[in-house]
């Protein structure tokens, strides 16, 4: 990839393949997953194969996919080079969903921007996947720093231009760039180091502030989640292993090079849940181990902005792959995790102020019809605190970690939480769960307590069940 900073920056991807056809039959078309076009602003999309332009179309079954008619069979054995060429422009006004790049600095998620081979079709169909090691070359004007996906194996300058080599691996999955003339601090401890890249220097204490509030919030995910997910190869697959008990691995934070577009869209609902819904929070995971966040509520404040989406990075970000997508109550496991986050940062009361908002969400008499979206999702966020309640915040943790551990890689469900916890507290947990998902509204024990304003705020209630 090439990164030009003319005006207005745009990125230019080529991608080289060299295929071989090891299945049992000829193809005659393939199927490719280009840039998403809702982040992405693509132009000069050009593929050839062998030399020899290829026409594209949207996939019948699929339109996300692209779907290319070769010009003659690929016979079993076959090898051919497939080459794709395309630029990701810089949006223009009123494109704001489009991820931007400033002239000084740039990032490309993991996920989403590299072109993908998919896999053919058939029941024992495989292919698509990346070679067990490839070469991700960037190019990138003098004076930028860069952080990416893989290994540095090689960098060099040629005039204007340094051009980095990157080892990439099947532990890394998802290819991803950060570049820029950063400011760049290295904050944390000696067993947490943490890279801050900002766009201009900033004060030394605010600098220690951050780091301080960063490192509580950590440690607080830490103690309710265990370690921050790591990425492992696949099954099957040698690779490096993150051994128990050695250093935290690295964290780099960056700051967005464009605000529009730089966050992909979220669940409004957080924000009163989190009780920030007038305030600048914008943070958000663009690999498992590096965040882009917007400054603009202040140096200070980033511990806070960045909660949200470090809690990703605890609780399975690039692994498991429902993480976004979990159906109640674990649709708001990602919402409770940035209110911990909030706990480390703000003390023990803003836990009950933080429930009193969700409550507030969820109607006291609701009707016997089904609930709406946003007392669904609010209730589903206090579950999590009656867990705690229940079976008190230490077997909370147990249960949460031995999940974790147990499905890292392969994603988790409710009967994965279940399991959990009866293994951790001995007792009907499914029980517990339908007292709480399987009726309207919250139980009136639970809302009892934290209404009660007078109520003793670290007092624990063990909710009864059927």
């Not at 696949?234 to 967005?256: D, I, M, T, V, Y």
Request: proline fraction near 9%; aromatic fraction near 10%; hydrophobic fraction near 35%.
């Amino acid at each position: 990839m090439h990164f030009d900073s003319g005006l207005p920056p745009h990125i230019s991807i080529k991608s080289s393949y060299e295929l071989t056809n090891n299945g049992t039959r000829p193809l005659s078309e393939l199927e490719l997953r280009l840039p998403g076009k809702r982040r992405f602003k693509t132009s000069n999309v050009e593929l050839t194969w062998d030399g020899q332009t290829l026409n594209t179309e949207p996939s019948p079954d699929y339109p996300r996919n692209t779907l290319v008619k070769l010009p003659q069979p690929w016979t079993v054995s076959g090898r051919h080079s497939l080459h794709i060429a395309l630029n990701l422009e810089t949006p223009g006004p009123g494109e704001s969903s489009f991820l931007g790049f400033a002239s000084d600095a740039f990032f490309l998620p993991a996920q989403g921007w590299a072109p993908e081979l998919l896999p053919a079709e058939g029941i024992f169909a495989t292919g698509g996947a990346p070679p067990d090691k490839w070469n991700l070359i960037v190019h990138v004007p003098n004076g930028f720093v860069v952080h990416t996906s893989g290994d540095k194996i090689k960098t060099s300058r040629h005039g204007e231009e340094t051009t980095i080599h990157a080892r990439q691996r099947i532990v890394d999955i998802y290819p991803y760039v950060i570049a820029g003339r950063y400011v760049t601090n290295q904050i944390g401890s000696g067993r947490q180091k943490i890279y801050l890249w900002t766009r201009k220097q900033e004060d030394p204490g605010d600098i220690r502030t951050v780091s301080d509030s960063l490192l509580k919030t950590l440690a607080n995910y830490n103690l309710v989640f265990g370690p921050r997910s790591v990425a492992e190869p696949p099954a099957g697959f040698l690779g490096r292993r993150h051994k128990p008990g050695q250093n935290s691995l690295p964290l780099w934070l960056a700051e967005c090079p464009v605000i529009p577009g730089c966050f992909t869209e979220r669940n409004p609902l957080n924000a009163q849940l989190l009780g920030t819904k007038d305030q600048g929070r914008s943070g958000e995971m663009i690999s498992l181990d590096s965040a882009v966040i917007d400054p603009g509520p202040g140096l200070k404040k980033m511990a806070l902005a960045t909660a949200p989406a470090l809690a990703a990075s605890w609780l399975g970000y690039g692994q498991n792959p429902g993480f976004f997508e979990q159906a109640p109550p674990l649709s708001a496991f990602p919402a409770f995790a940035a209110a911990v986050g909030d706990e480390a940062l703000n003390g023990a009361t803003e836990r009950t102020e933080t429930i009193r908002r969700a409550l507030a969400l969820v109607p006291k008499n609701p009707p016997s019809a089904k609930e709406n979206d946003a007392a669904l999702y609010a209730k589903s966020f206090l579950f999590f605190y009656a867990l705690q309640d229940r079976y008190s915040p230490e077997t909370f943790r147990k249960a949460v970690r031995h999940m974790l551990d147990a499905r890292r890689n392969s994603g988790f469900n409710l009967d994965d939480l279940i399991a959990a916890f009866d293994q951790e507290a001995h007792g009907n947990t499914a029980a517990f769960v339908r007292l709480w998902m399987k009726h309207p509204g919250v139980p009136q024990d639970f809302r009892a307590k934290y209404e009660n304003t007078s109520a003793d705020k670290n007092t624990s209630l063990k909710e009864s069940t059927p």
